[in-house]
Every structure is written in C-alpha cells, then in structure tokens.
C-alpha cells in the first residue's frame, strides 16, 4: 500500500507558539513519491494531500492517512538519552527493567539507570567496537561480544571482567545464552556459531559453519524438537528443545537444533540477513534483510512462508526485538523504527533519527500489557518509547 514519511522533529512544530509547518512524504508501490506539507495553527493540523487522522499532543502520536487511504501512525520519543560520546552499537534492558546496557562503537560498555539515565557501571576491556551486548537473567551479569573476537562475562555489582572467552576468529556479531547462563552461544564474521561452556571457558561444539558472516542468532524452546537417544556432552544444561535461528551474510535463514546439532529450516531470502527473531511462545520465526523485507515462517510447516512484508519503504532492517507473539519491533538503516503485528494492515512508527542507522533495539513488556521500546542510533543517542499494545489493536 506505500509508505509514509515525515519530519523526525515534527512536535516541534505542532507545539510551535507561532505557525509552523513540517514535511510528509508518500512513497507509493509503483510510481513516483508524493510530497506535502502538514500546516499547524494553534494545535490544528491541515494538509492539501494527506489527512490527521489522529494527534494527541500529550502522548506524542500522529496518525497519518495518505492516498489510496494508506493509513500510519507516529510516536516521538518520551526521552532520549546521551550515554555515548559516539555511535550506540548495541543494547539490552534487564529483567526487572530499571538498568540497561550499552555499547559503542568506540569500545565503550555502561550499565545505566532507564530513569535518570545515570551511569552506574563502565565496563572496560574490549578493543574496538563493542558489537552485541545481553544481561543474564539474573540482571547481576552481563554478556557482550567485541571486535576483537572476544566474548566477556561482567560482574555488574563489581564492574569487573569475570572471564574471556576466545576461539572466534573474526568479531563476535551476536550472543546470548540458555536459561540462567551456564551455557551462552555466540555468531562471528568468521562464519561459526559456538555453543560454550562459561565455568570452564571452552567451546562445547560448532553448531554452524558457514562462508560467510552470522550477522545475528536468537534462542527458543520449540515444542516439536525430538529428544535424541544420546547423551548430551556433560558440559551441557537446558539443552533440550532448544533451537537457535542464524540470519546469514549469505542470504540463508537457518534454524539448528542445539542438542541434536542438526539443522532443520534453511530458507534463502534472497539478500542478506541481517537479524532473526522468533516470536514468543510460538513456533514463529521472523527475518530480515538488507532489502527491508520481513519474513515469516511458522518452523512446523517450513516450505510456507506465511507472509512477507516491505515494512521500511525499502530500507534495510538492521535489527529485531519481539514484543510477543503477534509482532515484533524493527530499526533500520535509514533510521525508521516500526512494530509489525501479524494480522494489522497498519504499521506504528516511531520517529527521532534524522536517518542515521538503528544499530540496536530492545524492549521491555510491563504488567499492564504495555511495552517500553529503547532503540540505538548512530548520532548517539538512545530514543525511549512507550508502546500502548491496546491502541494498537483497537
């Protein structure tokens, strides 16, 4: 149906004391791009071609309808904070919420407060750009991997390097681990996928080995996976039923079976596949590529593509993060952030970046049914927001 646009720093102008405007822009399927204005006068919204659905100045929401009755609603940022000198690469909320992790393209780690934005911890150790960061589900540890082919294990209470783990021989794109960490895994630019023992820092298997980069991998328990006759490698707990997807350099969408070895999906997209993420409680994985596409799979009918979606206007997907089983939450180079839902026509984007890249997301599900979204940019900042999922099904 298209793709809408508009002016990242658009509630500056609607909550202007004098008249102002800001741009919009409609990206059809086919054909050429349509360019408007949204006029504000006293908190009233008027446009030759497009109309105002929606707009709460005090939420932040704008909701857009453009031609052929494409519809799209925005949300500014509720903060942003400033806790790098330069490009955020990488980040995660811990379980309870209060703290966050950060990393940087310059080497920088900080464990931060999600209230004040106040530093708690500098975690200091890597050499070169910090590529992936996780906490642990204690939300005391933290996971990160680096440029400089390592793994580090922090101690978040003492701000200090617990242990190092090496055998990658390209940096460390992406990591995380499986149930309360005993065992973490880990995708490189050296094409591997490593299954690893923390207590005694050695690598239990190679789960994938390609030719080509492993941009990104995301664990799940799957309800179909067959437990093997074999016993599993002593170094190993909470193995069973686990699978981690692999979104390759390659253009493969792979899934393998952690205690089996055994890869079971592989779906070529046709581009580069810059991250994977499976829904929650299901057997749903989603994909996406350097050509902004998404892709669905449901992994217990695998040669079905549920549905494929061009949710960026074309600009590539540079990360995912779930929200829960219906959908899932995107960043991507041209510094769009969206939430695709499984059965909406409509998409929710969330403004901020001037189009620099979203280097990372992460979100947060709180007890009344909402989420707190927190996205990473390359200008620096991290962008917070917050996802009202009943407006959104309504």
């Known amino acids: 149906n298209g793709h809408i646009r508009v002016q990242a720093d658009w509630p500056t102008s609607i909550n202007s004391s ?12 086919t054909g050429k791009t349509i360019y408007g204005e949204i006029l504000c006068r006293n908190n009233a919204l008027e446009s030759d071609h497009f109309l105002i659905n929606e707009h709460d100045s005090e939420k932040k929401i704008l909701r857009i309808e453009g031609p052929n009755k494409h519809r799209q609603s ?31 393209l310059e080497g920088e780690l900080k464990v931060w407060e999600t209230g004040d934005g106040s530093v708690r911890r500098n975690l200091a150790g890597h050499v070169g750009d910090v590529l992936c960061c996780k906490f642990f589900p204690s939300g005391q540890v933290v996971l990160s991997g680096g440029s400089d082919y390592q793994l580090k294990i922090w101690s978040v209470t003492e701000g200090n390097c617990a242990a190092s783990l090496r055998g990658h021989s390209g ?10 960490g005993r065992n973490v895994f880990s995708t490189g630019r050296d094409g591997r996928a490593l299954l690893w023992d923390v207590p005694t820092q050695s ?16 664990v799940s328990s799957l309800s179909f996976l067959p437990t093997p006759n074999s016993p599993p490698d002593p170094r190993e707990v909470g193995v069973d039923g686990k699978a981690v997807a692999l979104a390759g350099e390659d253009s493969t969408l792979r899934v393998v079976d952690i205690r089996s070895r055994k890869e079971f999906f592989n779906q070529n997209l046709a581009g580069v596949v810059n991250c994977c993420n499976f829904l929650e409680d299901v ?8 050509a902004g596409l998404l892709s669905l799979w449901d992994l217990r009918n695998p040669n079905h593509e549920l549905s ?7 600009s590539g997907i540079n990360c995912l993060a779930p929200i829960d089983d219906n959908s899932v939450v ?4 041209d510094g769009q952030v969206f939430v695709w839902r499984r059965e909406s026509e409509e998409a929710e984007h969330f403004t901020g970046s001037e189009c ?12 009344d049914g909402n989420t707190t979204l927190l996205a990473a940019c390359r200008d620096g900042k991290i962008r917070r927001y917050e996802v009202d999922c009943k407006r959104q099904r309504r």
């Not at 940096?171 to 309360?180: D, F, K, N, P, Q």
């Open 171 to 180: 940096g460390v794109l992406s990591a995380g681990m499986l149930e309360r």
């Open 308 to 314: 494929r979606l061009n949710g960026s206007g074309g």
């Open 356 to 367: 620099d890249p979203i280097l990372g997301v992460t979100t947060q599900k709180h007890s």
């Open 18 to 29: 004098t008249p102002n405007s800001f741009w919009v822009t409609y990206e059809p399927p």
């Open 283 to 290: 057997n749903l994985l989603v994909g996406s590529t350097a």
């Open 203 to 218: 690598i239990i298997a190679t789960l994938s080995h390609q030719n080509l980069p492993i941009n990104h991998s995301h």
């Open 330 to 333: 995107a960043g991507t180079e």
């Open 74 to 104: 925005f949300q500014a940022p509720i903060k942003e904070y400033h806790i790098h000198r330069k490009e955020v690469s990488c980040l995660d909320v811990s379980p309870e919420g209060g703290m966050v992790v950060s990393g940087s």
